[in-house]
């Protein structure tokens, strides 16, 4: 029997029952901290540190009968490179992400096969509101998102990986995360309706997906949603 504190940020993945209270379990063999605690429902990828006892502890320790452990939630930011992958339907969040300037690979049809393996082979944060995924050993960094609400799920996911002073809005394409280069309005004047060669000079092309962009009028939605993120998250 080991007995599991939980710190408030991780009561999300509890059962309400079993929110503020000392959590008891039953374990049988050699356990890892690893396994006991995603068996209460909590995946590594939220863990901060942990305490056995009041001695910190690795997740791959095994606990003894009688151990007392404290579970913190992971601290703000990551130590590897904000590069994301995204699990189905986040679509939103992804070009949200793109848009602040983020590295962020999505497609609506990968299994949970290829997104384990394309986290551990180009070494990305993993985002996801499956649980399950994010347990699996191979995922080394995640987060799993708790708003249904694209916007919140990004306020979430800058506070989580503390991105505010990383964001360089308007440098990826929306559509397939390519590096967006500037152009010559000559180069594009072919590809612009009457009134945008009219009001505006400015553009950048996607190498990628031969893209389009400008700062059209929908650029001040954009401002403002990106304002509202770094205001929220540093406070």
Known sequence: ???????????????????????????????????????????????????VNGQARGLDSVPHNGDRIEVRAAAPGCPIEPRFLLDSHLGRLAAYLRMLGFDCLYRNDYDDAELAELVQREKRILLSRDRRLLMRKVVQYGYCLRSLEPPEQLTEVVRRFDLA???????????????????????????????????????????????????????????????????????
């Open 1 to 51: 029997m080991a007995y599991f504190d939980f710190h408030p940020e991780l009561h999300c993945f509890l059962p309400r029952d079993k929110r503020n209270v000392t959590l008891a379990l039953a374990f049988k063999g050699r356990q890892s901290l690893k396994h006991l605690i995603e068996s209460l429902g909590v995946p590594h990828t939220e863990v901060g540190q942990v305490t």
């Open 165 to 235: 002073d990383k964001i360089r809005p308007f440098h990826r394409c929306l559509r397939c995360n390519g590096a967006l280069q500037p152009v010559s309005k000559e180069t594009v004047l072919d590809r612009l309706e009457p009134l945008t060669k009219i009001h505006y000079d400015e553009f950048s092309l996607c190498p990628a997906c031969d893209q389009v962009y400008w700062k059209g009028s929908h650029v001040e939605r954009m401002e403002k949603l990106i304002e509202s993120v770094k205001r929220i998250s540093h406070g």
